[in-house]
């Protein structure tokens, strides 16, 4: 999987590269937030790492940027801080970060966090693609369009009333 770290101490930059090429992941490296936009543009990236601060543009400055253009595709972002007060957190997750992980990083929390997002990834793929094998049968049969519309409704309904089912007590 192509992950980019955006990270400005050179050492964590490092650290964090040799812990995901060691796993397998081809990993693309940037500076700072403005680096990490260029890079964005020309690669198709599904991961970012990031850091929260950082000179010229910071992680939450980053993440409000991708959480608000249109013109790139969605990205699972993981912030990597030392920044443990809740409010951090909560303006973290409010930019629109979607996972943290602690400084001094510990690879096999890292290895899981990316195992997860990539699951993650997965099912928002895998979602797109029904989605847009109902358009398209739509656009082909309006019966069969609305029909996979009641379904998808249906469906959306049932899993939520199963899933309330689950959480009550016994």
């Known amino acids: 999987m192509k992950i980019l770290v955006v ?14 090429k060691k796993d397998g992941h081809e990993v693309l490296l940037a500076g700072n937030g403005q680096e990490a936009v260029e890079v964005i543009k020309k690669e198709q990236i599904p991961i970012i ?19 608000s253009s249109t013109d790139i595709n969605y990205v699972y972002i993981i912030m990597v801080t030392s920044r443990n007060a809740k409010e951090d957190l909560l303006e973290g997750l409010s930019a629109g970060v979607n996972d943290f992980i602690s400084k001094p990083i ?29 358009k398209l049968a739509e656009s082909k049969d309006t019966d069969t369009g609305n029909h996979l519309e009641r379904i998808r409704l249906y469906s959306k309904v049932l899993g939520r009333k199963y899933a309330a089912l689950m959480w009550m007590p016994a």
Request: cysteine-free; hydrophobic content about 45%; overall charge negative.
């Open 49 to 67: 790492i990031l850091d929260w601060n950082m000179p010229v543009m910071n992680g939450i400055e980053l993440t409000r940027f991708l959480r």
């Open 7 to 20: 990270e400005d101490d050179e050492i964590s930059q490092g650290v964090l590269e040799s812990i995901l």
């Open 106 to 134: 510990e690879p096999t929390e890292l290895f899981l966090r990316i195992k997860n997002a990539g699951q993650i990834l997965e099912l928002e793929t895998t979602s797109l693609a029904l989605f847009s094998l109902a």
